[in-house]
């Protein structure tokens, strides 16, 4: 009685865990489905031109959702071979993510580089009014992070958010060095009900911005400077996945080899 009520309980674990799971995975997914199909529809991105943040995105969602549904149809049907598919499955990604992870402490590999990528991205090719996803997105970045474009202000003169590309089609070769008036976000701006915060800046011999009006810093630095001051917290959010990724493993072992018992014990 005692070991069949064990192996209930822990098929149960097993299910509802890879079930909530699924469900984080299935709403990444959907998020980063979202911002895809948005950079398609307004901007009329090809596969080759889509953010690299997207398709980050929306690989992790459907990794984590596939082998969380591999874990709960192998729990639920009592498939030793889903089991034993999703232990595998899981394992190679944890090594994955424990390499990974070594590298980056050892600064064998730079995060640093992408990241400049992906801020620069957004800000010079993929930011535009009917672009809704990654306004929404960009403009919660820059309110929360206090800062203005990818190294500042200055950025969104040659973004498509002013009409940077239309621009320089008609202007010919010179026009990378030409800043033409330009505008910038209202979620740039210290206070965005500030009459001020919605006017266009025109550049004469100097471009200046006004910092008590505008954020003045680049959301790269303090992107960089986020990640670094909180490394610890993000080191330890590392440890409890990879934690919750090792009881996963062995409970769905443990559940694995309970169903084998039981069915070695059928005449």
Not at 102 to 127: A, C, S
Not at 220 to 243: C, E, H, Q, V
Request: aromatic residues 10%; glycine residues 6%; contains cysteine.
């Amino acid at each position: 009685m005692c070991s069949s009520c064990c192996y209930s309980c822990l098929k149960a674990m097993v299910f509802i865990v890879n079930f909530l799971v699924m469900l984080v995975g299935m709403f990444v997914t959907g998020v980063a489905v979202w911002l895809l199909v948005s950079e398609h529809l307004f901007l009329s991105s090809s596969w080759e031109h889509f953010s690299l943040g997207s398709l980050a995105l929306l690989t992790v969602g459907l990794l984590v959702s596939l082998l969380a549904f591999l874990g709960c149809c192998g729990a639920i049907t009592r498939s030793k071979c889903l089991l034993g598919m999703f232990v595998i499955s899981l394992l190679v990604l944890l090594v994955g993510e424990v390499a990974v992870a070594v590298l980056i402490y050892f600064k064998e590999l730079e995060y640093r580089p992408l990241l400049t990528e992906g801020v620069h991205e957004i800000v010079k090719e993929k930011y535009h009014p009917n672009n809704t996803a990654t306004v929404l997105y960009w403009d919660t970045v820059q309110q929360g992070f206090e800062c203005c474009g990818s190294s500042g202000p200055i950025d969104w003169a040659h973004s498509l958010y002013n009409g940077y590309q239309e621009n320089t089609k008609e202007l010919g070769i010179g026009a990378r060095q030409t800043v033409l008036p330009f505008t910038i976000p209202s979620s740039c701006c210290r206070n965005m009900d500030d009459p001020l915060c919605s006017s266009t800046i025109t550049p004469k011999f100097k471009t200046v911005i006004d910092e008590n009006i505008y954020y003045s810093e680049g959301c790269l630095r303090k992107t960089i400077a986020f990640i670094s001051s909180n490394s610890l917290y993000l080191m330890i959010s590392a440890i409890i996945i990879i934690s919750i990724e090792i009881l996963g493993i062995i409970f769905s072992t443990c559940l694995c080899c309970a169903i084998k018992k039981i069915e070695d014990l059928k005449p």
